[in-house]
Structure formats: structure tokens, C-alpha cells
């Protein structure tokens, strides 16, 4: 099995302040969305300010989320810390999450 690392250290900030406020009838961005994916390692980043949910995990097997941050305002609309959907063998830890 090889297992693809997505590791590292920095922050992705979704600037999410206009979807928060956006009165509009399409689906709002996720910040990361991991579509389908297989054998992954998640690890060391810190995701803040999502415009929706923070980290979707879907349609995917064998994810190891490990070690990250997540940071979304007080009184902010849908988002979410980590959303798991449709998937198998994923494993969360070590993960600090303030959202709203």
C-alpha cells in the first residue's frame, strides 16, 4: 500500500468573511475537500476562516487526519470542523478544532 502525504506546516485561510455573509442560493466552498481519495496522510497544516465546512472527507478510504488545527469565528455559519462523508477506515487524532 503507498500512502500519499499531504504534510506540512503553514496555514490555508479561506477568507470565508464573504461566503459568511453571502445571500446566495449556490453551495458555499468547503476549504479543503478530499474527493475520492485513497491511502491518504493529512498532517501538520492549520485550516481557518472556511467560507463552509472546514475539511470534507468524501467517497474516500484508508485517511489518516492527524495533527492539524482548525480555527472559524464565533457565530459563523456551517463551519464545520471535519465533515466524514460517504467513506471508510478513517481515522482522526490529535486535532484541535474551535469553530462555531
Known amino acids: 500500500m ?3 502525504q499531504l504534510l506540512g506546516e503553514g496555514t490555508i ?5 464573504y461566503w459568511w455573509k453571502a445571500k ?3 453551495t458555499k466552498p468547503c476549504l479543503v475537500e478530499i474527493l ?3 491511502d491518504l ?3 501538520g497544516v492549520t485550516l481557518k476562516n472556511s467560507g463552509f465546512w472546514t475539511l ?8 489518516v487526519v492527524e495533527k492539524i ?7 459563523t455559519p456551517h463551519t464545520d470542523g471535519i465533515d466524514v462523508d460517504s467513506s471508510s ?10 469553530t462555531a
Open 2 to 4: 503507498c500512502i500519499t
Open 13 to 17: 485561510d479561506g477568507s470565508g468573511e
Open 24 to 26: 446566495v442560493n449556490a
Open 36 to 38: 475520492s481519495g485513497e
Open 41 to 43: 496522510r493529512f498532517e
Open 56 to 63: 470534507h472527507i468524501w467517497s474516500s478510504n484508508n485517511v
Open 69 to 75: 488545527t482548525i480555527m472559524n469565528p464565533p457565530q
Open 89 to 98: 477506515n478513517v481515522l482522526i487524532q490529535n486535532v484541535w478544532i474551535s
